[in-house]
Every structure is written in C-alpha cells, then in structure tokens.
C-alpha cells in the first residue's frame, strides 16, 4: 500500500495517510515504451481492472451502468525515481524545454499519482473475481488503482478551457503494414477477438520515439505489446517520416 506523508506547515504536524489499492489493472501494454502519452488516444487499447478484495463488490458498481466513461486513478508504480525535481521535460516539447512539473503529467512528480478519464465498458464476474472493463487506457500493465469515479460531462468538459502548450492533439504519423504481417494480424484477431492492425495502428501513429531523438532508418524500434513483440522502422520520405512494421513475434 502505498503510504503519503504530508506536511501542512512548519505549525502543524506531520500527517501520514496510507491508500489501499482496490484493484490491479491488466493492461495490453507491457512495458512503458509504447504506452500513449495520454488517455484516449488509442481508443482500441483495452484493459481490466481486477478488484481486490474487500472491494470487489458487484453492489460498490451500482448506478455505473449509466455512465460511458470513468477516471481511474492510480500510481506510477514502476517511475524508479525517488528524487522530485520542480522543473521536467515532457515529450511534447521535444525532451528539451523545461516547465514546472505541475504543469505537467509527467510521472515524475512528489506523489507518483496518476489520472486517466477512459471509456467505460463494464463489469464482469469471472472465475469468482470481479472485473472493470475499460478501453482507451494509458496505463503499464500491473498498475495499482486507487480509485475509480464517474466521469460527469456538465462539470468535467469545460469547453472554454485552454492549454497553451498543449492546445492541440499531436499530428499523427503514417504506419504501413505489409500484406504478410497484415495475415497475421488476422489470425491473431480470429483466434482471441482483439484487433491487433487497428491497436498496432494506433499506437505507432503516436510515434513512441522520444520527440527529441531523431528517427534512425537504419534502427530496429520495439515494444511489448499483449504477448508480442511489435517491431517497426521509421522510413525517411521526402516531407516526412513513416513507420513501416517489420515484426510481430510472440514474446518469450
């Protein structure tokens, strides 16, 4: 469980508060490299979230049927760094422009909490164990959870706000597929039901590749992906770069 002490003022005295994890998730990401910088942006990239008990009770979900999307929150379980710094560099701005880390959501913060609006796809009981289904994530495979809320669109869509750094969504890049992976992928989708062209797709439209370290045709890039290791290339066009997949292999 994790454990948070905080310090009021030097007047009062050091509170510690100690959060349960009411639940696990598994993700279809494996490891952080790959993973989009932020919710929603792979609409295919689907998880679960297992309840722990005492928490997984079907009756705790009551009312939740009527809600499309949740915000999860949870904790940056595998950020290995202990040391807070007050100024990070996010992806977004090419890794070498600073901003004050709480103008950021990068994992690196005092507390490594972390929170994502996802789509909400239901409860399911298997096996005696409770889960939520959840769609669009951004989250490791095995990241606690601390808490699950509705999303209420009249108060949490604020359609006026701004966000200079950030005011609009990343351009995306062209990903090819050849015709032989192409066949895999269909396999892959008859046998478990997941779309994996389409999540592959999404994820390498993304780009992966840290934003200040230029592509390398010549460079074999990789993650981990459900129980595969996707493998791509950046190919160097005229205007821009595209990403060719040159690899799908069941992972060891």
């Known amino acids: 469980m994790p454990s948070l002490n905080v310090h ?4 009062l005295p050091v509170m510690d508060f100690t959060f349960p994890a009411i639940g696990i998730v598994h993700s279809c990401f494996r490891e952080k490299f790959g993973i989009p910088r932020q919710p929603g942006l792979v609409p295919l990239a689907s998880a679960e979230i297992e309840l722990l008990p005492p928490y997984d009770e079907r009756s705790a979900f009551d009312g939740l049927e009527g ?14 760094r202990e040391e807070w710094k007050p100024k990070v560099k996010p992806p977004r701005l090419g890794g070498n ?14 507390a490594p909490i972390g929170l994502s609006v996802v789509s909400f796809d239901g409860v399911v009981e298997r096996a005696g164990k409770l889960f939520v289904q ?9 990241t606690p959870v ?9 108060v949490d869509c604020i359609p006026t706000a701004e966000n200079q750094f950030a005011a609009a969504p ?10 032989a992976l192409k066949a895999v992928c269909v396999d ?12 592959v797709v999404q994820i390498l439209q993304q780009d992966p590749r840290p934003q200040y370290q230029k592509p390398e045709p010549e460079r074999i ?6 129980d595969l290791d996707v493998c791509w290339r950046y190919v160097d066009d005229t205007d821009r770069y595209r990403i060719e997949l040159i690899a799908l292999i069941p992972s060891q």
């Not at 422009?97 to 005092?110: C, E, H, I, N, Q």
């Not at 892959?188 to 999540?199: E, H, K, M, P, S």
């Open 8 to 11: 009021l003022s030097d007047r």
């Open 67 to 80: 809600c499309t999307h949740i915000w999860v929150q949870f904790v940056f379980h595998a950020n290995k």
């Open 188 to 199: 892959y989708q008859n046998r478990t039901g997941t779309d994996l062209a389409g999540l």
């Open 134 to 142: 959840v769609s669009g994530i951004d989250v490791l495979d095995g």
């Open 146 to 154: 601390l808490d699950i809320k509705p999303y209420v669109p009249y």
């Open 97 to 110: 422009k600073s901003l004050g880390v709480f103008a950021t959501r990068s994992p690196t913060r005092p």
């Open 221 to 226: 890039y990789g993650m981990k992906l459900l």
């Open 170 to 179: 990343p351009e995306i890049i062209t990903v090819d597929i050849p015709d």
